[in-house]
């Protein structure tokens, strides 16, 4: 017999010579802590790369450098630079031609001046892609930078009588328009009719002004 007290040598034991297997104790995975961005810096949008990037995807420098900002971070200590889209949270969406991500914290941006109506995105670029588009003229917007931050956009749209949806057109897209009107009714009015065809209102864009777009008035 095993000379152990321990309960699971004796386990072990039994079973060795039973012949039959035994489970494991659980091990918990060891916490690796997740990369941190370092030495950000935010500065006025002025990046070439960055500016042809939004220009490549309909959007002018103008429209681009009224709503955002050049964010340089360095992350796993090599130095990166991305167009930021500031938060309510006081964090950023990053994006470049090679990098999708955000600067905590992550939140929704509310764009407010006043007006009744609010138009409500899933993400900046199809929030600049209206402004391209006149569509933001006239109403508050709602950028939720993510369809999983469409609970904490909830409060602020309370506010509103009229909430225009410009989602992507997919089921996460359409599982947010059916969240809110869950929440307001007929108070919500999913826009995606205009871009049927398109995944998204960007998509839209380019598809109207191909290329070299912020040349060109639509």
Do not use: W
């Amino acid at each position: 017999m095993c000379n152990s007290i321990d309960f699971i040598r004796q386990a072990e034991y039994i079973a060795e010579k039973m012949r039959m297997p035994v489970s494991q104790p659980y091990k918990p995975e060891p916490f690796i802590e997740q990369p941190t961005f370092e030495d950000v810096k935010i500065s006025k949008l002025v990046s070439p790369a960055l500016l042809c990037y939004l220009a490549n995807r309909g959007i002018p420098a103008d429209i681009a450098q009224r709503y955002c900002v050049q964010v340089d971070y360095k992350l796993h200590g090599k130095s990166y630079y991305a167009i930021g889209f500031e938060n309510s949270a006081h964090g950023f969406e990053l994006r470049s031609s090679f990098f999708k991500g955000s600067y905590p914290p992550k939140h929704i941006t509310h764009i407010a001046n006043g007006n009744a109506r609010c138009n409500v995105f899933e993400g900046f670029i199809d929030f600049l892609s209206a402004e391209r588009l006149g569509l933001n003229e006239g109403n508050d917007s709602v950028v939720l930078n993510s369809v999983a931050n469409v609970g904490k956009a909830i409060p602020t749209l309370a506010e509103y009588p009229l909430i225009l949806c410009y989602l992507d057109n997919d089921t996460a897209g359409r599982a947010a328009v059916a969240r809110l009107r869950r929440e307001f009714g007929d108070r919500v009015s999913d826009k995606s009719a205009l871009y049927p065809d398109h995944k998204d209102l960007n998509d839209y864009l380019r598809t109207l002004n191909p290329k070299k777009s912020s040349g060109i008035k639509l």
